[in-house]
């Protein structure tokens, strides 16, 4: 009886889930409650940089479409929602820049040299050490812009000839790195300047460095945030020409 009454709920459970994942907002609903458990591991481990939220997300609704065979498709039929909020999460960012702008002001001849700077050592380390394992010119190519925001690093990707679907998944893994291991790294160079850190985090880390940097102090969040802006435009400007050499030149 036992047995038939577990697999009588097993079958049930089964048809719930098949009837739920027709439905789109069943990717807004997974997204929402695995980003919320990812939270609350965040803050029981003291809000460790190792357990950044946005990884452990990632990871419990990557093993449940694994689980339950849900194609990403169906998934982002709802998680969809979220992925265009993105956007006026990116515009509303100048929102706290607004607060920081006399110092801005003062400080923009030594922020166009980090960023100059940093967007550029981004772009060729990555191209170097791929070419130095041996990676092919279509990985080269999607290496460059892994440390720019994702929508612009695929659009870079495809104009070098890259895969601008593994761009995405290094822009992501790049970012949840830099996240983790930006405060470790600040620590040991001797960096206390909020503004230096977030401008270093923005630069390097993208988007999900900002959502870390805003965890931390405003000043830093908004400093993150428009050096992520900026290396954006500045490298969809710079880096197609500027790789394109490059990697000519490593494919001799």
Do not use: C
């Amino acid at each position: 009886m036992n047995a038939t009454t577990a697999a009588l709920d097993g079958t049930r459970l089964g048809a719930i889930w098949v009837y739920l994942s027709a439905s789109p907002l069943l990717g807004l609903t997974i997204t929402l409650l695995a980003y919320g458990v990812a939270h609350r591991l965040f803050l029981a481990f003291g809000a460790h940089p190792l357990a950044n939220p946005v990884a452990s997300a990632v990871a419990l609704i990557g093993g449940l479409l694994t689980l339950t065979g849900t194609p990403y498709a169906t998934y982002f039929e709802g998680a969809q929602f979220v992925h265009f909020l993105l956007g006026p999460a990116t515009v509303a960012l100048a929102v706290a820049l607004h607060a920081q702008w006399p110092l801005l002001r003062r400080t923009w001849a030594p922020l166009v040299a980090g960023l100059v700077t940093g967007a550029l050592a981004a772009a060729v380390s990555a191209v170097a050490l791929g070419w130095l394992l041996g990676a092919s010119p279509q990985t080269l190519a999607s290496l460059a812009p892994k440390s720019v925001t994702t929508p612009v690093a695929m659009g870079i990707a495809e104009r070098l000839g890259g895969l601008p679907s593994l761009t995405a998944v290094l822009v992501v893994v790049t970012g949840i790195w830099g996240a983790a291991t930006a405060r470790w790294l600040f620590d040991r160079l001797g960096i206390a300047d909020p503004m230096v850190r977030g401008f270093a985090l923005g630069v390097t880390a993208h988007g999900i460095g900002t959502a870390r940097a805003f965890q931390v102090s405003p000043t830093m969040g908004a400093f993150a945030g428009l050096a992520m802006g900026l290396a954006a435009l500045f490298s969809a400007l710079a880096l197609p020409w500027l790789m394109q050499g490059l990697l000519a030149l490593l494919a001799r």
